[in-house]
């Protein structure tokens, strides 16, 4: 891969350099590796060391003739609850906003290297998967959901827009659900996933035992035998009735508007005619989201649909690097340590 970057996106060399750190672990296999995100007690929460190791072992892994293909899984009871707000913001509140690009530098350009992986990739989505989790994972060729999986773009909610290439992949979800999911920050299961395509496969979380099992002893670097695999020693779900799926219409409908006061209005006249819970929660997260916020992220997603995945980091970038700068900083506020 030879050290493949977006031009404006290239991390700083100190950065490049990933220092040896035990935030992110590697397991061996047959013919795969393993990246283990390994912050547990922070949800692996993703750092700039993080994202510069990440880098590191996959352009190294791409370029072995002895490794087919590359997985990524998170410990304890997340996978990846997105970037570390809680660091990012003490690095603006010190001054080193050098230090803060290289965060979002090196976390979009791993995130391009997956996008464009010439490997298949596996992503064991078990447990919360939000904000930058979606980004390390949903550009990949295969993501497996279970029974544990809380996905959720919630940027919105700390004053800032869903990054981490969501405004790709969320803009390419059938008709306007991306819109929403950006908007509302609703969170999903992994049955739900699955249904809307964030996720290729499921597995109930006892049995990844079995599906790690399987994988480890591969020796292939075919997609169609890895997708087998996974359906193979994965489980056959169906959405319930309470299921997002069941409220596609009605969400084309209300979020299909050009702005996000047309959006509003429209939630308001169905919460009214429909009554359900829902609709009226969700209208909640649209009144509580920060103004500003809300009408970034709608515009963001609506350019990402017509942006390939490069496209959209860049202007990603470019955003959130506005978003942490003086005159739009103060809606960025520390609520959780979800980015």
């Not at 590697?26 to 190791?53: C, Q």
């Not at 405004?167 to 819109?179: A, K």
């Not at 989201?289 to 990402?304: D, F, H, Q, T």
Request: charged fraction near 25%; include cysteine; proline fraction near 4%.
């Amino acid at each position: 891969m030879g050290g493949r970057y977006l031009s404006s996106l290239r991390p700083s060399p100190a950065t490049a350099a990933a220092p040896d750190s035990d935030e992110v672990l590697v397991e061996g296999k047959a013919s795969a590796r393993a990246s283990v995100l390994n912050r547990p007690g922070h949800l692996n929460a993703l750092t700039t060391t993080m994202g510069a190791r990440l880098n590191k072992f996959y352009e190294s892994w791409e370029d072995s003739p002895d490794i087919g293909f590359v997985m990524m899984k998170g410990s304890g009871r997340a996978f990846c609850a997105g970037g570390d707000v809680v660091g990012l913001r003490q690095l603006i509140n010190e001054g080193k906003l050098d230090e803060s690009k290289d965060f979002f530098r090196t976390l979009y350009s791993f995130i391009y290297v997956l996008g464009t992986y010439l490997k298949p990739h596996v992503a064991i989505l078990d447990g919360v998967t939000m904000g930058g989790g979606g980004g390390v994972s949903i550009p990949g060729t295969f993501r497996v959901a279970t029974d544990r999986t809380v996905f959720a773009t919630p940027e919105v909610h700390i004053g800032f827009h869903p990054d981490a290439a969501a405004s790709f992949y969320l803009s390419h979800l059938t008709g306007h659900v991306g819109e929403y999911l950006a908007l509302t920050g609703e969170k999903l299961n992994g049955v739900d996933m699955v249904a809307l395509g964030l996720a290729t496969h499921y597995s109930m979380s006892e049995h990844l035992d079995l599906v790690d099992e399987r994988l480890a002893k591969l020796v292939t670097d075919d997609p169609s035998v890895i997708d087998s695999s996974l359906a193979q020693y994965g489980d056959l779900v169906y959405p319930d009735k309470t299921s997002i799926v069941h409220r596609l219409a009605v969400i084309d409908k209300c979020f299909s508007h050009e702005t996000v006061e047309e959006i509003v209005d429209a939630l308001e006249s169905e919460a009214a005619q429909l009554n359900e819970e829902w609709c009226t929660l969700a209208l909640k997260r649209l009144k509580e989201a920060s103004p500003l916020a809300l009408k970034v992220s709608l515009r963001s997603i609506r350019e990402g649909r017509y942006q390939t995945l490069d496209e959209c980091l860049v202007r990603e970038y470019r955003m959130s690097i506005n978003g942490i700068s003086k005159p739009f900083y103060h809606d960025f506020c520390e609520v959780c340590i979800i980015c």
